[in-house]
Each structure stands twice: as C-alpha cells, then as structure tokens.
C-alpha cells in the first residue's frame, strides 16, 4: 500500500467532518468506511500503521528540552503540561480482577523494603481489609527499628471518619505502635465549611469533595487504579487495575504526589485526634484562597520538580517504548491539568479512529459531551446498567440515583439518535449477576489497527464531580509495545463483553421507568454524584 492509498481516507473524512454538520459529517464518516476500510486492511502493514504513531521524529524549535524524541506530535504535546516518563512496556501489566487486584497488594506489601504509599478514598472494615492492615503491621514488624520501611496513607477526611468503626480506627493500632515510621493523613475539602460543615450530615458532606486519588505503591513498583481499599473492590466490583514494576522515578513521583497531598492535610494522631502540620493552612478554618494557593503551589512543586529531571537525565535507550503521562486533576486547588489534557485528546481523537470510553457513572459534563459528539472518530461507551450501580438498592434518596443515570443516559442517548449519530456513538451498559461495575478510563485504537496505542487509567469519571469537586489522578499510557497493546486490548474486550447494546428499547422497559421528582431534581443534584 502506498503513502498516498494511505492517506486517501483520512484526507476525505477530515475535509467532510470540516465542513458539514455532526450529523452530516457522521453519514460521510460512514460512507467513506464502507469505501476504504476493506482495501486498507487488505494490503496495510500493521508496522507501517504504527509508524505514524511513534516514529522518531525531528525536534520542532518549540518544542520543550524534555520532550520525548520517539513521541508521535499526537501525544507528544502532553509534555506541555506534565512530564513523561519512558518505560519498557514489558514492565507494565494489565490486572483483570479484583481478587488479583487485592492479591497483589498484599504480596506487594510483604516484600517492600523501603516505603509503602496507600492512597484511597477510604479504608473499609471488614474482615479483608483487616487482613489488609495486618499486612502492613507484618511488614513493619519483620524489619528492623531502624529500617528504611515507611508507610503512608493517604484518605479522604469525611469519608474515613464515617461511623464509629471507620478507616481511622483501622489504622489506630498501628499509628500507636509504629508512630515514628508511619502517616496517616486526611485530605479535607476547602469548600466544607462554616454553616456548610456544621449542618450537613454523614454521606452527603462527601457530596461537596473528597480525596478520590487511587495510587498504591510498594518500593519502586506501583498499581494505578479506580479502586479503593475496600471489601467490595476486592472481591464482586469490576474496576481497572494497572501495574507497573520498577519504574523508579514514576514511583518517585507519585509518592512525592501523595506526600505533597498529604502535607495540606490532616494528620491523624495515635489518639485519633487531627491536627495540621506546623504552619500550614488550615483547611476549613483558615482562609479559603489562603489554603487553595498554599496547596496548589506545593503539589505543582512535584509537577515542576520531575520536569526539572527529566530535562537533566534522558534515557536513550532503544527498548524503551512506552511513554507514561500522570495526569493530574484538583479543581478546588486550581489544578486542572487531566480536564485540560483529556479534552484535547477527545477534541483530537482522529474521524478515522475509535475510543472505547467507559465510567461506572455516566454523568460526562458537557464540554466532554460536546467533544464526544462534535468530534468524527468512533466512539463505544460502556456504563452500568442499574443493576450493577453501585447505588442500586440504597435506602433514602441515594436509592434515586441510578433512576437518574437513566435519566442522563437516556437524554445524552436521545442527543445522538437526533443529530443522527447512531452510527458512529454507540452506548453500552454492563450487566453481571452479583457484581457491581467502577471501571473507568478509554483506550484509543488508530484507525484500521485492532489494538490499542493510548489508555488513560486512574480514578476521573469523566462526570462533574470529577472535573470540579474531587482531587482525582490518572496516568496516560502510550505504548508501541505489541505485548502491552495486546493486554489492554484483552481488557476493553472482557469489560465490553459483558455489555449489550443501548437503543430506544432500551428505556422502554417497565425497569427503566424513571419517576417525576427523580427527573426534575436530576439537573440540580447531578454535579453532586
């Protein structure tokens, strides 16, 4: 196949989606497939469709000292805003359950050494995360009193303190006797507070914002995930789950991350008392711009600082084909680098590309659902269906909530039918017995390619929360290792598998009946959830 064969579909479906409507430029979309497809598979080498992707190209006069040199102009514009680190993709792995999930941390913490970095939205209480606790006391007794092995958690105040027996009296015990090697620190939202704080109750105060940061780290190898330490993600709650071993300087910077959360937090005493470090803001009854740009500032220093490295050592080494991308997203403290990076991916997505995007709560806000809908590449979006919600069967008004991801999924759904993107927009909604459903993120397939070249993996939703009230992490991994293409390919396809197509029918159904109220306080309550 020649350059120019190549480049004929391309060059036809970006004029028409410049031109024509949404609607119209999907039905070109379409038509120019049904053209070219079939003759760009038949004679198209997958090396030369990767090419594009990662091959070596020349540095631009603008570009930044650290740019990575193989990194395709598609994705090389991420080191504008956060620094790459390059891996061997043999040393990332995909985890597909949350057995293995819950597994791998335990053998993780018994062999670590030097440091152990726990950052979660909470910590539960049953038997398993007893388990997971004992763990952590194992490792700590094993080595020596002088020994290099530290712990740190990192959780989120309000949820961490809910009930009598909560995450902070599971990690009581261990805080009394190994105070001088171990932290416990709560993040505490700055937008909690005055009448705000003292009024609302348990549960809807974590409506407001939460430390909702997933990142497990053991030593110089860590586990990027939407799950938390809870019994449920271990056992019947499908999330994602990456691992990635011996990546030293990204390990380093995730735990400089939690630290520097961990440092505009409250740190939890050995008797249960809460206090912030010497001469930090308080969080709820210092000055709320005071607290916002004292926090901001100290975790963009751990941005900068690994950019600052990066620029002083540069692997060259040729086996080193994958680029990890930490994206970080903490809008209360003026950070919104992962909306900022995710937008322009979606915006960019390629009309001969695909992205299977999914979230365990559909609730995309609307510049993303502008991009999604505005854009020409394909896209498969997989939600849960309401028996798998996470809230389904919740007593009180949290029992509402998967009415209203109906609610939302069925406008959004009715959005597509009527700029006539059926096509090129698919919605999907997981189903499983007994199992609930918290996976989040996308992969993105290059046109004609069945595997893909991009994942974003982490704990963002893609929803409002997400983008304005949380403090979220997630890591974009670029890869042109077969090995790990493979891999994430396997895990979009085991998650979509078990989905089935959304269509008018769909919300037909006597299940699917949404009430009134629920539909009338949706467009109030749905940038809370």
């Not at 020596?144 to 009930?163: E, H, K, M, Q």
């Not at 940061?213 to 860590?222: A, G, H, P, R």
């Not at 499908?238 to 691992?243: A, C, F, S």
Request: charged share 25%; glycine share 6%; net charge positive.
């Amino acid at each position: 196949m020649t350059l120019a064969a190549m480049a004929a579909p391309i060059s036809w479906r970006r004029l028409l989606h410049s031109v024509y409507s949404p609607a119209l430029a999907g039905v070109f979309t379409r038509i120019s497939d049904r053209l070219f497809r079939a003759r760009d598979r038949r004679g198209g080498s997958s090396v030369l469709l990767l090419a594009p992707l990662l091959a070596k190209a020349e540095t631009a006069p603008d570009c930044a000292p650290d740019t990575p040199r193989n990194l395709h102009a598609n994705f090389r514009w991420m080191t504008e805003h956060v620094p790459a680190f390059r891996v061997n993709g043999e040393q990332i792995h995909v985890i597909s359950s949350p057995d293995q999930f819950y597994q791998t941390l335990k053998a993780r913490i018994r062999t670590a050494k030097r440091r152990v970095v726990l950052a979660s939205l909470y910590l539960g209480t049953g038997p398993l995360e007893q388990d997971l606790v004992d763990c952590l006391e194992e490792a700590l007794e094993s080595s020596p009193a002088a020994s290099d092995l530290r712990v740190s958690v990192l959780l989120d105040y309000t949820r961490g303190s809910r009930g009598r027996i909560n995450s902070r009296t599971m990690l009581l015990p261990l805080l009394r006797r190994f105070d001088s090697r171990m932290r416990v620190s709560l993040y505490h939202s700055p937008d909690l507070r005055g009448l705000l704080r003292l009024l609302a109750p348990p549960r809807f105060n974590e409506t407001v914002g939460v430390q909702h940061i997933k990142v497990y780290l053991f030593d110089d190898s860590l586990v990027i995930s939407g799950a938390n330490l809870s019994e449920s993600y271990f056992s019947n709650r499908q999330d994602r789950y990456v691992l990635l071993e011996d990546c030293g300087q990204l390990a380093d910077f995730f735990s400089e991350l939690v630290e520097a959360v961990g440092d505009v937090s409250l740190q939890l005493g050995s008797d249960d008392s809460v206090a912030m470090g010497d001469g930090m803001v308080h969080p709820y009854r210092g000055d709320r711009r005071d607290f916002s740009t004292a926090a901001s500032k100290r975790i963009m220093a751990v941005m900068d600082a690994a950019r600052v490295r990066q620029r002083l050592s540069q692997p060259s080494h040729q086996e080193l084909d994958t680029w990890v991308f930490p994206l970080v997203q903490m809008k209360p403290l003026g950070i919104q680098v992962d909306q900022q990076v995710t937008q322009r991916l979606l915006r960019d997505a390629d009309p001969d590309s695909t992205v299977y995007l999914t979230s365990g709560y559909f609730n995309l806000t609307r510049a993303y659902m502008r991009l999604v809908l505005g854009t020409g590449a394909d896209y498969h979006i997989l939600t849960a269906s309401p028996q798998v919600n996470g809230f389904f069967g919740a007593k009180g008004l949290a029992g509402a909530i998967p009415d209203a991801y109906t609610h939302i999924a069925r406008q959004f759904y009715q959005r597509v039918r009527q700029l006539g993107q059926q096509g090129r927009i698919r919605l999907r909604e997981y189903h499983r017995p007994q199992w609930t459903f918290h996976a989040k993120g996308l992969w993105y397939y290059l046109y004609g390619q069945d595997r893909p070249c991009l994942t974003l993996i982490g704990s963002p939703n893609f929803g409002y929360r997400s983008v304005h009230r949380d403090l979220e992490a997630q890591i974009a991994i670029v890869t042109e290792n077969e090995r790990l293409q493979e891999q994430l390919r396997e895990e979009q396809e085991m998650l979509y598998r078990r989905s089935s197509e959304v269509s008018q029918s769909t919300f037909e159904q006597p299940d699917r009946y949404v009430k009134l109220w629920v539909k009338l306080v949706t467009p109030f309550i749905k940038n809370f959830f």
